[in-house]
């Protein structure tokens, strides 16, 4: 198993340009994350999905979209890139049981999109 | 929503001495804690974890405990060696469980002096 991939590792916009971060596991996990990371910083939840259809926000979704139509993708789309997107992006995804009275996830990381808005 | 507080942001210690991380989470419906290592440029890792059901955890040299009426958990890492120097992370799941997602600390720098 690959486990969780992202492209590109590295990318530089202008301020309103516009891309999409892609994300894929092989797991077969039903549910996956993007966060972003800044300098020195801990990472922050922007949006989540719990299975193919359906997505939610997290802490810091102002500026992102997503979509999930598939299991195994999960894109995270800037449409009009700012210099306060710059940072590290981590896609994860994580197995959750149906019905557990109790958190049972482990998250596994991408190894990250470091993007830059110039 | 959850916030987590993390202490210290940089921890130096001898090798072979023992090293504690403490993290404090504010919501108490949070059931799920996880740590992370982070090397430069790396994806973070999970290192061990710990259910609320549960007090202690511990895996060969890494041990983390939780007490959940202080609402605080702890990473103890003992026997300290050159390639533990890393950024640590302690996580809590957010409201409505770890399906929701994690709020992160900051980080914590530990540095292992030769």
């Known amino acids: 198993n690959a486990g969780v991939t992202q492209t590109p590792k590295f990318r530089i916009l202008k301020i309103g340009q516009s891309m999409t971060l892609q994300c894929t596991q092989d797991m077969n996990h039903n549910y996956m994350y993007w966060y972003r990371q800044d300098p020195g910083m801990g990472l922050k939840l922007i949006y989540y999905?719990?299975?193919?259809?359906?997505?939610d926000k997290g802490e810091v979704p102002n500026g992102y979209n997503v979509s999930r139509s598939t299991t195994e993708d999960f894109p995270l789309r800037l449409e009009l890139a700012a210099p306060s997107q710059t940072s590290v992006y981590f896609c994860?995804?994580?197995?959750?049981?149906?019905?557990?009275?109790?958190?049972?996830?482990?998250?596994?990381f991408g190894p990250g999109t470091r993007l830059t808005v110039l | 929503g959850e916030n987590v507080e993390q202490h210290p942001s940089t921890l130096s210690v001898q090798e072979g001495d023992s090293a504690v991380i403490k993290c404090t989470y504010s919501?108490?419906?949070?059931?799920?804690f996880p740590w992370y290592k982070q090397e430069l440029g790396k994806r973070p890792q999970l290192i061990i974890d710990i259910r609320s059901n549960v007090g202690e955890k511990k895996d060969q040299r890494i041990a983390v405990t939780l007490n959940k009426t202080a609402k605080h958990f702890s990473l103890h890492i003992t026997e300290t060696q050159p390639e533990d120097s890393a950024v640590y992370f302690c996580?809590?799941?957010?409201?409505?469980?770890?399906?929701?997602?994690?709020?992160f600390g900051k980080g914590t720098h530990l540095i292992i002096q030769p």
């Open positions: 919501d108490s419906a949070s059931n799920y």
């Open positions: 996580a809590a799941s957010r409201p409505g469980g770890g399906a929701d997602g994690l709020t």
């Open positions: 999905s719990v299975g193919a259809g359906i997505t």
């Open positions: 994860a995804s994580s197995y959750l049981l149906a019905g557990a009275s109790i958190s049972t996830d482990t998250q596994y």
